[in-house]
Structures are given as C-alpha cells and as structure tokens.
C-alpha cells in the first residue's frame, strides 16, 4: 500500500457515486490536479501511527478528498484554475461535491474516526479559510500578516488533517502540534522554492523572522522524530538555511 494506492481508491469511491459523465469527469480533473499532493505523507503517517490498512485508507482518503476540495478553492481564487473551460462555471460544483463526498467517507463506519475529532477537525479547517480572506485583500505584506495567514491556511489545515488522521493512536495527543508545525515550515519554504509575493516583497527584516519563524517549526518536527517527517523535512529544510533574506 502507498499513496498511489489511496489514490486508486479515492477514484473507487468517485465511480461508485455513479454521477453524470459530465460532473464525474469534473471532479477527476480536481483529483488530478491535486495529486500526489499529501497522499504519501498520509500513508506514512497512518502506517506510522499503527492505524489498520482499511481504517488508514478511509481516512486517508477522506482527507485527501478534503484536500482536493481546498487546493480547487485555492486554484480559483488565485486563477490556476486552468483544468476547466469555465472555471467559475464548473469549480464551484466539483468543490462543493468534494467537501462532502470527503466528510460521508470519513463519517463511514469502517474509518472509526470518533465524532469529537471529526467535530474538531472540520472547526480546525473553518478556521484555516477564515485568513485567506485577509491574504485575498493584502496590498502590502508584513511579517504579522505573513505569519498570520500562514497559521492559517497551512498550519491549522494539517493540524485538522492529522487530528483525523491520528484519532485513537497513540499518536493523537501530537496531532496539532505537528500539523501547525509541518504546514508552517512548509508553506514558507514553497513561498521562498517559487519566489511568492507574499514573501519577497515584504521587508528585508520581515523577512528574516519569517525565516527564522519557519527554521524553528522545522526543528520542532526534527525533534517529533517520527519517520513520517523524513521526507518533508528533507523537502523544507535545504531551502530555509540557504535563503537569503
């Protein structure tokens, strides 16, 4: 099993909705787009976490549905949005299939994922979109803001999506702290790998908190010393050391 795999079943789990070719097709293209995406990181961190093969593949696929959901509200607002004819059309419809295709599978019996988890987990991610609104109205970029909306649409997303992920094993207790942690020192890493606005035309001192913010939340995932985490931090951690602010 792997995140290939969940991807395969994420597909079984479209198909057997049985929609119109046309809606079918829409929603693949979402898929599409967002895959691979946190699929590995899923699976690695569900294996790691002791979670049974079915319970790890409704969840991880759940919550990659999730996902998906987020990354095609993202594309639209940001106009990559380039895998429909008329995304305005046609993106509002597959995102709001996705969001909650995502919760009818991890509410599935065989997911096991207690309701007070997916209770917190859906507050953690209304809570995410909530700065995305300040980043769509932001004129000018300073480290308060940057650090912010970062906590937001990263951080607390991967803290909903390990909240989830992790109910019942023994690694619950750390789910938020690791997930506010990785989307942090990720977001701020992909903003500096592809030279986002968000990060380049703040001040050479925003920047250097923003930096040193980013190395701290990668050394406090260094310290989970969780296997999962490997690859990620060797992603995000060449890049954070070498930028020059």
């Known amino acids: 099993m792997s995140g290939g795999a969940l991807y395969q079943e994420a597909l079984r789990v479209l198909r057997r909705l049985e929609l119109p070719d046309a809606s ?13 995406g946190p699929l590995p990181l899923f ?41 429909y004819e008329a ?29 007070n988890a997916l209770e917190e987990g859906a507050r953690m991610l209304a809570l995410a979109a909530g700065p995305q609104a300040l980043e769509v ?23 909903a999506y390990l909240r989830v992920l992790w109910a019942g094993t023994r690694l619950e207790e750390r789910a938020v702290q690791v997930g506010l942690a990785l989307g942090v020192a ?16 703040m001040p050479v001192e925003d920047r250097l908190t923003v930096v040193t913010w980013a190395r701290q ?12 985490l490997d690859a990620a931090l060797r992603r995000i951690e060449p890049i954070l050391p070498e930028v020059e602010p």
């Open 186 to 201: 990720a977001h701020v890493a992909e903003d500096i790998r592809s030279k986002d606005t968000r990060f380049t035309s």
């Open 217 to 228: 939340a990668a050394e406090s995932l260094r310290a989970q010393d969780l296997r999962c």
């Open 137 to 159: 109205r932001a004129r000018e970029w300073t480290a308060p803001l940057f650090r912010r909306v970062a906590e937001g649409i990263a951080g607390r997303q991967w803290a």
């Open 87 to 115: 995304p305005l059309r046609v993106g509002p419809c597959a995102q709001f299939l996705l969001q909650n295709l995502a919760w009818a599978t991890l509410a599935e019996p065989h997911a096991g994922v207690p309701v």
């Open 24 to 36: 079918e097709r829409d929603v693949l293209a979402a898929l599409e787009a967002a895959q691979p």
């Open 43 to 83: 699976y690695e961190a569900g294996a790691e976490a002791g979670l049974e093969r079915s319970v790890l593949t409704a969840r991880g696929v759940g919550l990659f549905l999730s996902f998906c959901a987020g990354n095609l509200a993202d594309d639209l607002i940001d106009g990559d949005c380039t895998y």
